[in-house]
């Protein structure tokens, strides 16, 4: 598995979750990591993304609730996500790439309640 995407959940609102996503080495060392989401009848959105250069992006909405990281020493990208919003709920998708290439995990639920 090249992509491996967990670390989702049940929470009520207020509530922390962290993702993880686990990449092989060759697609850790792409230029972009991203997550992203999709909530049900929404298109996906990119929730935070960081580059190789550590250049971090964040969405509005997540902007103070959520922090992107990656460890190299473990190929392993993660999302901590605080003061959950009911809103929040969606599965979300970890994505590597770079201008040529891309690489999606399989989703892993986030469910908060109100």
């Known amino acids: 598995v090249q992509l491996q995407a967990s670390g989702g959940g049940s929470v009520q609102a207020g509530g922390s979750l962290r993702l993880s996503c686990a990449a092989s080495?060759?697609?850790?060392?792409?230029?972009?990591m991203g997550w992203y989401r999709q909530a049900p009848g929404q298109q996906r959105e990119l929730v935070a993304g960081i580059r190789s250069g550590n250049t971090i992006n964040y969405a509005d909405s997540v902007k103070g609730r959520f922090t992107i990281s990656r460890d190299s020493a473990k190929s392993t990208a993660y999302l901590q996500m605080s003061s959950l919003k009911p809103e929040d709920t969606a599965v979300y998708y970890c994505?590597?790439?770079?201008?040529?290439?891309?690489?999606w995990g399989q989703g892993t639920l986030v469910t908060v309640s109100s």
């Open positions: 994505h590597f790439g770079d201008f040529s290439v891309g690489y």
């Open positions: 080495r060759d697609i850790f060392s792409l230029d972009f």
